[in-house]
């Protein structure tokens, strides 16, 4: 079945550490995306890339980074510099980062930081 | 600014109620999406349309281009239709998708 994992689905992590989100797909998708997820807010996006070894800042990218060494595989970092990293994160992917083509959401990766 | 507007913030139905979503959007939105986010938290896409009318079951997304709006209608409504649905317009400087902050509809038995 293709598709885009995220794992995990609950991640739960001290003040001050930095943390990994895991987000692969298999749908051989060219762009891929992450979006944060607060509750009463609309998503926001957080960075996307276009194609490997290349990746945008979107709205609120401080203190998050991201990698996109493969094309399957597009990890979100989480770092200590992120003043309120409590959120539900979601990972998307689409064809082509143009408005024509469908973006598909993986299930998302609930963080909690104390 | 580019905004997605959504309307009601939250709704509840009875089952076999026809239901009425609605999204209005500003200039430089093109293509419309309408997610629907189930309680887990996965979306999934429902439609995606930039121009009249698409309809798969007993879903159905309606786009007026020049009045900015689109509506999600359901139905015969179902207690398996209780989730939140989401508005996205395709836009922005970056052509990023952006969000409404979702109408979440609660269908009874």
């Known amino acids: 079945d293709g598709g885009i994992t995220q794992s995990p689905k609950y991640l739960f992590r001290k003040e001050g550490q930095n943390v990994t989100l895991s987000c692969e797909q298999n749908?051989?998708?060219?762009?891929m995306y992450w979006y944060r997820q607060d509750p009463g807010q609309g998503l926001r996006l957080i960075y996307y890339?276009?194609?490997?070894?290349?990746?945008q800042k979107g709205d609120i990218a401080e203190g998050y980074s991201v990698s996109r060494e493969k094309k399957e595989s597009f990890p979100l970092t989480v770092t200590s510099a992120q003043k309120n990293p409590t959120a539900f994160y979601l990972c998307a992917s689409s064809a082509k980062k143009q408005a024509a083509y469908e973006q598909y959401f993986g299930p998302g990766t609930r963080l909690t930081v104390t | 600014k580019n905004e997605v507007e959504q309307s009601p913030q939250n709704l509840t139905a009875q089952e076999g109620e026809f239901i009425t979503i609605n999204c209005s959007y500003s200039v430089g939105i093109s293509a419309l999406h309408w997610l629907q986010q189930h309680p887990g938290g996965g979306i999934v896409s429902l439609f995606m349309?930039?121009?009249g009318k698409k309809k798969h079951g007993r879903l159905i997304a309606t786009i007026n281009i020049q009045e900015k709006h689109s509506s999600l209608h359901i139905t015969a409504s179902h207690p398996r239709d209780s989730a939140v649905y989401i508005c996205a317009g395709y836009g922005g400087s970056q052509g990023n998708l952006i969000f409404g902050k979702g109408t979440k509809l609660s269908v009874k038995p």
């Open positions: 349309l930039s121009s």
């Open positions: 749908l051989n998708h060219d762009a």
């Open positions: 890339s276009q194609i490997v070894n290349d990746f």
